[in-house]
């Protein structure tokens, strides 16, 4: 395996939580710097760093003398929807900022994309990885004009930036925050709480999701694949399950009878709507050999054990 010397933004998310764990098992800790705005609760090979600041991103950059960025600092749909101009400025020039000093420095990129590039007229089920785009958020907007700024960094100045649409990412170790598919988090912490649940989508709403084991793991395996092997410079559909509220409800009520839930659709039913149910991740599948290991079954029991329910499977 290559030496590697990560950097990763935004470490203190949701997904950079994980990633920088799941990073460091594989590359070791002193080589997986983790830096956010805020510190974190525990510090291990930690940095503030403002992806805003350029000159901050290039000094850390140079000093660590790193081959790879995972730059995942940014807003996500729903607080994005209520501040469109810093989710703006955030996730369009923090993307620039990191994509001019890996020009400068020759170092690798990673970047994630969402579902959310897809608007009202995409396909709803199968939606395909080139199909009219036109999203409805800032945050689809952001992710559509970053797309094509990775494609134009890869092809006009050879920078190796490679990117994959996420679902909704589901996961136990750190909260979701700021997101349109955060509900799915939210309601096992409710139900193993022994709470009801409100939820912000109507019942019946379908999104694609995934269990955040296979959003780390294909991200990595994207991350080791050839260079040849990567014919997406915008970024892969990347699928794994999609169910509604109702659904995720009903199979939590399969372990824990007695949770109960309703639901009160607030502004993010709008965002939902505009999403596909159900994503086609063919060329992910065929290019570098993605595969999703967990179903929605094993994902919802998974979830429950780790957050200490006492179920029966
Ligand atoms: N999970 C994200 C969101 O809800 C989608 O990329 O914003």
Same mark, same amino acid.
């Given at each position: 395996?290559?030496?590697?010397q990560?950097?990763?933004?935004?470490?203190?998310?949701?997904?950079?939580?994980?990633?920088?764990?799941?990073l460091?098992?594989?590359?070791?800790?002193?080589n997986?710097?983790?830096?956010?705005?805020?510190?974190?609760?525990?510090e291990?090979?930690?940095?503030?760093l403002?992806?805003?600041?350029?000159?901050?991103v290039?000094?850390?950059?140079?000093?660590?003398?790193?081959?790879?960025?995972?730059?995942?600092?940014?807003?996500?749909?729903?607080?994005?929807?209520?501040?469109?101009? /810093?989710?703006?400025?955030?996730?369009?020039?923090?993307?620039?900022?990191?994509?001019? %000093? &890996?020009? $400068?420095?020759? !170092? *690798?990129v990673?970047?994630?994309s969402?579902i959310?590039?897809?608007?009202?007229?995409?396909?709803?089920?199968?939606?395909p /990885?080139?199909?009219?785009?036109?999203?409805?958020?800032?945050?689809?907007?952001?992710? %559509? &004009?970053? $797309?094509?700024? !990775? *494609?134009?960094?890869?092809?006009?100045?050879?920078v190796?930036?490679?990117?994959?649409?996420?679902?909704g990412?589901?996961?136990h170790?750190?909260?979701?925050g700021?997101?349109?598919?955060?509900?799915?988090?939210?309601?096992?912490?409710?139900?193993i709480?022994g709470?009801?649940?409100t939820c912000?989508?109507?019942?019946?709403?379908?999104?694609?999701?995934?269990?955040?084991?296979?959003a780390?793991?294909?991200t990595?395996?994207?991350?080791?694949?050839?260079?040849?092997?990567?014919?997406?410079?915008?970024?892969?559909?990347?699928?794994?399950?999609?169910?509604?509220?109702?659904?995720?409800?009903?199979?939590?009520?399969?372990?824990?009878?007695?949770?109960s839930?309703?639901?009160?659709?607030?502004f993010r039913?709008r965002?939902a709507?505009?999403?596909?149910?159900q994503?086609?991740?063919?060329?992910?599948?065929?290019?570098?050999?993605?595969?999703?290991r967990?179903?929605?079954?094993?994902?919802?029991?998974?979830m429950?054990?780790?957050?200490?329910?006492?179920i029966?499977?």
């Amino acid at each position: 395996m290559q030496k590697q010397q990560i950097i990763i933004t935004g470490a203190n998310g949701q997904l950079g939580t994980e990633l920088t764990s799941a990073l460091r098992a594989r590359y070791g800790t002193a080589n997986v710097i983790a830096t956010d705005i805020r510190h974190p609760a525990v510090e291990t090979n930690f940095q503030l760093l403002d992806v805003m600041d350029r000159d901050a991103v290039r000094s850390l950059v140079t000093a660590e003398e790193a081959t790879t960025i995972y730059h995942l600092a940014a807003f996500l749909s729903a607080s994005g929807e209520q501040r469109p101009q /810093q989710a703006w400025d955030l996730n369009m020039q923090g993307l620039l900022n990191v994509l001019e %000093v &890996a020009r $400068e420095t020759g !170092c *690798r990129v990673f970047w994630p994309s969402s579902i959310a590039v897809f608007g009202a007229y995409a396909p709803k089920t199968n939606c395909p /990885q080139n199909t009219v785009t036109q999203p409805s958020t800032v945050y689809g907007i952001s992710k %559509v &004009a970053g $797309e094509n700024w !990775c *494609r134009y960094y890869h092809d006009v100045y050879g920078v190796d930036v490679r990117s994959i649409r996420y679902p909704g990412l589901i996961s136990h170790t750190a909260m979701a925050g700021g997101g349109t598919t955060d509900y799915a988090v939210d309601i096992f912490h409710h139900a193993i709480r022994g709470e009801a649940y409100t939820c912000f989508l109507d019942a019946d709403t379908i999104l694609p999701m995934m269990y955040m084991p296979d959003a780390v793991a294909g991200t990595i395996r994207l991350m080791e694949a050839p260079s040849t092997a990567i014919s997406i410079r915008t970024a892969y559909n990347f699928s794994a399950f999609s169910f509604s509220p109702k659904q995720l409800a009903a199979t939590i009520q399969e372990h824990l009878p007695e949770f109960s839930w309703y639901s009160r659709p607030d502004f993010r039913q709008r965002i939902a709507d505009s999403w596909p149910q159900q994503i086609d991740d063919r060329q992910a599948r065929s290019d570098w050999g993605w595969k999703p290991r967990y179903q929605f079954e094993d994902m919802v029991g998974e979830m429950l054990s780790a957050l200490g329910a006492h179920i029966t499977t």
